[in-house]
Each structure stands twice: as structure tokens, then as C-alpha cells.
């Protein structure tokens, strides 16, 4: 059974940095592309960033480009975001999504999500 | 990098159809046919309904069906349930490896 655990998320102030870090189980990660999405409070659905299996390709939305930063450890079976110059928007639960299970281009599981709150 | 546009509520009593769009433009829904469909209840992950634009995964009922024409895509839920209420949202590929989400819908069952 495929299981995505995320962690690292908590508070920190604005212009302040964190990072995630996404424990994959239950299938071959690193046969697999991976994303993250984002759900502010009370919002829809964000996609921020996504990886290539390998780790040699990598995406960002508008956003967070130049402020994030996606990479995956395959030894490890973890997929990471670091996240500096935190701004107030960027509040939201970070959700870690395996690609690839219907296709490349769709998400087919999520973990549970990690709460990351900017505010001062 | 634009939301896709979904009503924000949309109800229906048990038994019924209903039926929830997603607006896009010809990058994104239009351009292609990697357009999904999640259902989300309060306080957990998304799951997948629908992918590519029409066809569900295993394990979901066929009461879950999808669509597109044009810049439009569309989830039906026929045979409404209780169970069905909770939240949508329509995801889209929008090119060089980007992706789009619309602003989610919430599914009142009357």
C-alpha cells in the first residue's frame, strides 16, 4: 500500500525558511515523478513543484520560483521542499503526491499534509 | 498559471445528478486531455475520482463519470449519496511540466 508521510511543518516568521521532507513507502519511489501541492485555509488546491524520478528535472509554479526548492534522496525513499523568504501567503498545508500510478501526468496518491504557518 | 474556474457550491437530493465544471483555456484544459478530478471530505487528503478527462481508477463507482468540451471539463455524479458530499477539485496539466488546479467546489447532498 502506497503511504506518504510528511513532516517538518510549523511555524515560522516571515522572511524565515523551513524544510519539508515527504517519507515514501509501498512502491518503487524512485520509479516514480512527485509533486507537491498546497491547500491554504479555507482555499482550493495549489500546485507548487514538482520533481522528475530521477531528480534531474525539476518545476516550479510562478509563485514560489526562486524561493523553493524541490529535490529527492532515492537512497532514501524522501522527497523534499525547502522553502526560504517565507511570505504570509505562503501559509497552507503542503501535501507531498506521487505521480505516475494512472499515468505521468496525473496525481493517483497524497499524504496526510504538514501545516506551514507564516505570521510573525 | 491561472486557477481553473469552478462554481463554489453545487447541491443535489439523493438520487439525483449533478454536475460541477472546470473552465480553463486552450493551455491547459483545452490543450490537452490530462485533465483529473479529486474528492476531498474536511480535514483529509484528496483522492482520485477521474483521470484523463473520462476514466476512473479502480475502486471508484461508475456513478463517477467525466468530460470535456472545449476549455470545459466536467465531473457527473449520478445517483447521488450521502456520502458524496464533500469537496471537488479539477486538476489540469498545463505544459512544460506545470499543472492547474481549480478553486474547488463544495457538494451539498439535500
Known amino acids: 500500500e502506497v503511504h506518504l508521510l510528511e513532516s517538518g511543518g510549523g511555524l515560522v516568521q516571515p522572511g524565515g525558511s523551513l524544510r519539508l521532507s515527504c517519507a515514501a513507502s509501498?512502491?518503487?519511489?524512485?520509479?516514480?515523478?512527485m509533486s507537491w501541492v498546497r491547500q491554504a485555509p479555507g482555499k482550493g488546491l495549489e500546485w507548487v513543484s514538482g520533481?522528475?524520478?530521477?531528480?534531474?528535472?525539476?518545476y516550479y509554479a510562478d509563485s514560489v520560483k526562486g524561493r523553493f526548492s524541490i529535490s529527492r534522496d532515492n537512497s532514501r525513499d524522501t522527497l523534499y521542499l525547502q522553502m526560504n523568504s517565507l511570505r504570509a501567503e505562503d501559509t497552507a498545508v503542503y501535501y507531498c503526491?506521487?505521480?505516475?500510478?494512472?499515468?505521468?501526468?496525473?496525481?493517483?496518491?497524497w499524504g496526510q499534509g504538514t501545516l506551514v504557518t507564516v505570521s510573525s | 498559471q491561472s486557477a481553473l474556474t469552478q462554481p463554489r457550491s453545487v447541491a443535489g437530493s439523493p438520487g439525483q445528478s449533478v454536475t460541477i465544471s472546470c473552465t480553463g483555456t486552450?493551455?491547459?484544459?483545452?490543450?490537452?486531455?490530462?485533465v483529473s478530478w479529486y474528492q476531498q471530505y474536511p480535514g483529509k487528503a484528496p483522492k482520485l475520482m477521474i483521470y484523463?478527462?473520462?476514466k476512473r481508477p479502480s475502486g471508484v463507482p461508475d456513478r463517477f463519470s467525466g468530460s470535456k468540451s472545449g476549455n470545459t471539463a466536467s465531473l457527473t455524479i449520478s445517483g447521488l449519496q450521502a456520502e458524496d458530499e464533500a469537496d471537488y477539485h479539477c486538476?489540469?496539466?498545463?505544459?512544460?511540466?506545470?499543472?492547474?488546479f481549480g478553486g474547488g467546489t463544495k457538494l451539498t447532498v439535500l
Open positions: 486538476y489540469s496539466y498545463a505544459g512544460s511540466y506545470t499543472w492547474v
Open positions: 503526491a506521487k505521480r505516475g500510478g494512472y499515468g505521468d501526468y496525473t496525481v493517483d496518491y
Open positions: 486552450s493551455s491547459d484544459v483545452g490543450g490537452n486531455n490530462f
Open positions: 520533481i522528475s524520478a530521477s531528480g534531474g528535472h525539476t
Open positions: 509501498g512502491f518503487t519511489f524512485s520509479n516514480y515523478a
Open positions: 484523463e478527462v473520462s
